[in-house]
């Protein structure tokens, strides 16, 4: 079987990899990509302009936690990019905070409350509403949130990007919204892959 490419967008330091955790290390090879060239990227660009990786040329895009850094009006640009560096069939793994299980927090007044630990520290609303403070503190402006999203606004968009299908779900002790979507057409046997839970078109 030929080896498949995996685009790692937001790759972040090599040792965050998508292989041997949501797919298997065996049969995939890594392509890693980054706006901050201080993290040893294989390609350095933007998610809004991934002119370096060519039109369906790879097999899956991870994206985890990036799509929040960007303005909003920059989202629909970052998801056509992802969707045209696929192959047709292609797969999106995508995640991104929970903003609306977030915002149940700070309406209790719990802003500044460790909600759990990462592997940077304990993270509290106010890191996933305003991007990691610690990171801030330290000058990595890469690191602020300048959107969020919601299950219906994430879902809206996936769709008007090309995505479909478009499975969601809730990771709730991270608070956080994952994604599973295809660039079309999709193996036959995705529908039944995803479950049952698909955004409202």
Not at 15 to 27: C, K, N, T, Y
Not at 128 to 138: F, K, Q, R
Request: aromatic share 6%; glycine share 8%.
């Amino acid at each position: 079987m030929p080896i498949k490419t995996v685009l790692n967008v937001g790759c972040g330091q090599r040792a965050i990899s998508i292989l041997g955790s949501s797919l298997p290390a065996e049969g995939w090879r890594e392509l890693r990509l980054d706006i901050d060239p201080k993290v040893d990227p294989d390609i350095v660009a933007s998610m809004t302009d991934m002119a370096p990786v060519p039109d369906g040329s790879v097999d899956a895009v991870w994206s985890s936690h990036n799509l929040e850094h960007l303005d909003p009006h920059e989202v629909p640009v970052a998801l056509r990019e992802f969707l045209r560096v696929l192959t047709p069939g292609g797969t999106l793994l995508l995640t991104v905070p929970d903003l609306q299980a977030v915002a149940r927090l700070v309406a209790e007044d719990r802003l500044d409350e460790t909600l759990y630990e990462s592997r940077q520290g304990p993270i509290r609303p106010l890191d996933i509403v305003y991007g990691y403070g610690p990171a801030l503190a330290a000058g990595n402006r890469f690191m602020a949130h300048r959107n969020g999203f919601t299950p219906n606004l994430l879902g809206r968009l996936l769709q008007e990007a090309g995505f479909e299908p478009v499975a969601m779900w809730r990771r709730a002790q991270a608070y956080e919204l994952q994604v599973k979507a295809f660039r079309p057409p999709a193996p036959a046997e995705a529908l039944e892959e995803l479950g049952l839970h698909f955004p409202a078109g």
